[in-house]
């Protein structure tokens, strides 16, 4: 089967520091890949250069086995690649509609901003990831963080994404709103959808991923299916940076 | 004009589900326009008491909205710039560049260099189009200066002050340039005015725009099944509305052209004035503009994506960029608003003064500045709206004439505006702790 996306030795440094170091990752349709490591291990930044917020220093990427070039957000957008950002990436003076729909605002015929379609489109999204979302007309800095989660994650849906990143999607949300996300993204795998996670919680990963690539020190330490290997091995694996001896 | 919404700034708060209960909620007033209406009457009955009814005749209202029009056009851009999180402290200087430019277009290159004659009719706005062309570019040059090479625009329009203001000196040699084109000159106030007819007839349409845009409102919720406010309060609002732009007009045209002045002109059209014959000023063609400036800027902020992504920039820019927002193109965008729109403010500066004077425009980048605060535009960015600092400018004009009516000194109208400007921000600081909005 062809990979939906495959990243091939990508590297990138800030100002000496090497962030990602010669990493090669795939990802096929319907698949969860989970990225680990530590903090600064290099895991949002690979993902980034993913998203077009960063631009590799060397390497490629290639989705549908064609090689693309990603140099801004807007690029990622254009290949179907949507991310969920760990700041969420909301403008919190704006509500809901102006959130789910910036930058791909729909307009009326005449070029104006059409609020009511926006908003219409906003309730019947939400209606379908968070029934309990009703604060669609009040900034979003008025939401709890699993409502402000749910209009990031109804951002990516809407237009229909193929790819998904999703950077740290349960760090800030209560066990209730974690087994919503959680369900969620095995509903959007299910519609084939690929999706990069990144999170710190190994358990969680070895749940919901199929399989996980651990990274330190901008390196990739390897990349394992998760019925392959136990949780202490992940475990050693972020620790001490070397692959687990596998009984044989 | 279109009804308020419930919060202050964001351009796409529409509906509100139910339960409605106050009543503020129900009409979809904004509580923070409120309060500042309420101060602005507060202010005007203050001074019609101290002044002995001499401050709220139809005189020194018309005298009060040709004031306040220079600083307010400016303060609707200004709104742009602080809701990105920038400051312009040049406007005041680059309103004297774009008035030097169009002073000497329509004085001396335009008739020496063009050889159009004095009066020409092409003149003014031949004129008026370089100035606004001056305005634009220089604005989106220190756009650009902050946007792209990213020095602060604090420091990048500090800059500006002294350069724009002393570029100004050079264009016209350090020269007062005057008279300016007597058409040019209409846009200043007392010299450019409608007359009654005119002034009702715009009074009405504005009125009749407003009534359909409430309704068009109203029915587009409906179609999309959103809640509505009842009927009666629809109508109170369109009735309340109705009132003020009507009262404002009757008032201007109650303001009549003294005896002496339509002698005048009908001595300059060669005709004998008949026996008892009267006319009123009407709505200024500068308050006209104003209002122009006034609704294509609100809805540049709330139907536009340029202002969709001015508010979310101003909100999170990092949020803006990863949406894909040219945020830097954007501060080019806004800086060149701002100048545009300085360029505008020159032509009604320098039409009322009837000429161009070297200290044109001084202390404005201030006033603007306190306008648009007034007004609830929040240093922090994300938050403003072009209504309030409208509002602002009025408020701060009103505080001025007013205390120059009652005889206060000037050190002393100063030390209060300025104080004014601090309680200003520290009540709206404390409101939209109260109400959690912002």
């Known amino acids: 089967m062809q990979p939906l996306v495959e990243m091939r030795n990508i590297s990138i440094a800030f100002g000496g520091v090497q962030a990602v170091d010669d990493v090669s990752i795939d990802l096929y349709p319907g698949e969860v890949v989970g990225l680990l490591g530590h903090n600064g291990a290099g895991k949002s930044t690979l993902i980034k250069i993913l998203s077009g917020a960063y631009r590799a220093d060397s390497g490629e990427i290639l989705i549908d086995g064609e090689k693309v070039t990603i140099a801004s957000p807007r690029d990622a957008r ?102 919503m996300v959680a369900d969620l993204i095995m509903e959007l795998k299910a519609q084939g959808l690929g999706i990069f996670l990144i999170s710190h919680d190994t358990r969680e990963m070895m749940a919901l991923c199929d399989r996980v690539s651990v990274m330190k020190n901008g390196q990739l330490i390897g990349t394992e299916r998760v019925e392959d290997v136990t949780e202490d091995d992940i475990l050693s694996m972020i620790i001490m940076g070397k692959k687990a001896e596998k009984a044989a | 004009m279109s009804t308020q919404n419930t919060t202050t700034s964001t351009p796409a708060t529409k509906a509100r589900p139910a339960p409605r209960a106050k009543l503020t909620d129900t009409l979809e007033l904004d509580t923070r326009l409120m309060g500042m209406i309420g101060a602005f009457i507060l202010v005007m009955v203050v001074f019609n008491v101290l002044t002995d009814g001499r401050f709220l005749t139809p005189r020194n209202i018309f005298n009060l909205t040709i004031q306040t029009v220079s600083v307010a056009i ?89 350069v724009w203001r002393n570029t100004a000196w050079y264009l016209t040699n350090g020269q007062t340039i005057g008279p300016l084109d007597s058409t040019f000159q209409m846009f200043g106030g007392i010299n450019g005015t409608l007359g009654e007819f005119w002034s009702w007839v715009i009074g009405i349409v504005a009125t009749l725009a407003a009534l359909v845009g409430l309704w068009a409102k109203r029915r587009d919720k409906t179609r999309h099944d959103f809640p509505v406010k009842p009927m009666w309060a629809e109508i109170t609002l369109g009735a309340i509305i109705a009132g003020v732009i009507l009262g404002f007009i009757a008032v201007l045209n109650s303001y009549q052209i003294p005896v002496a002045r339509l002698n005048r002109q ?45 508010f979310a920039t101003g909100g999170n820019p990092q949020a803006a960029e990863l949406s894909g927002i040219n945020t830097r193109l954007l501060t080019v965008k806004v800086f060149a608003i701002m100048g545009a729109l300085c360029a505008i403010s020159a032509v009604v500066a320098s039409a009322r003064l009837t000429n161009h004077s070297n200290d044109i425009g001084t202390l404005d980048e201030l006033r603007v500045i306190a306008a648009a605060v007034i007004g609830g535009t929040a240093l922090a960015g994300g938050i403003g709206t072009i209504y309030g600092a409208i509002l602002g400018a009025l408020i701060m004009q009103s505080l001025q004439s007013g205390m120059a009516m009652v005889g206060v000194d000037a050190p002393l109208q100063n030390i209060v505006v300025g104080s004014v400007l601090v309680l200003a921000v520290l009540i709206d600081i404390i409101y939209r702790r109260r109400t959690g909005k912002g």
Request: contains cysteine.
């Open chain 2, 74 to 162: 400016m303060a609707t851009g200004m709104v742009f710039v602080i809701v990105t999180r920038h400051i312009d402290l040049s406007v005041g200087a680059l309103l004297a560049t774009c008035s030097a430019v169009m002073a000497m277009m329509q004085t001396a290159w335009l008739p020496q260099l063009l050889g159009l004659p004095l009066g020409h009719p092409l003149i003014p706005w031949l004129a008026i189009g370089a100035g606004i062309l001056t305005g634009g570019l220089i604005g989106a040059f220190q756009g650009y200066l902050s946007g792209y090479l990213m020095i602060p625009a604090f420091i990048v329009t500090l800059g500006g002050l002294l």
């Open chain 1, 78 to 179: 254009a290949h179907n690649i949507e991310t969920i950002h760990q700041t969420l990436a909301l403008a919190d003076n704006l509500p809901a509609p102006a959130n789910l729909f910036l930058g791909r605002e729909l307009r009326t015929m005449f070029g104006f901003l059409d609020d009511s379609r926006m908003e219409s489109e906003t309730r019947k999204i939400m209606a379908r990831l968070n029934p309990n979302f009703k604060k669609v007309a009040d900034p979003v800095s008025a939401l709890s963080g699993g409502q402000r989660q749910s209009v990031a994650i109804a951002r990516a849906v809407y237009f229909n994404a193929r790819i998904l990143i999703m950077d740290e999607p349960t760090a800030a949300l209560g066990v209730h709103e974690t087994k």
């Open chain 2, 266 to 310: 009908f001595e300059a059209r060669g005709e004998v004035m008949p026996e008892g014959y009267s006319a009123a000023y009407g709505l200024p063609i500068s308050v006209l503009l104003l209002i122009v400036v006034a609704v294509v800027m609100t809805v540049v902020a709330r139907k536009t994506r340029l202002g969709r992504y001015i």
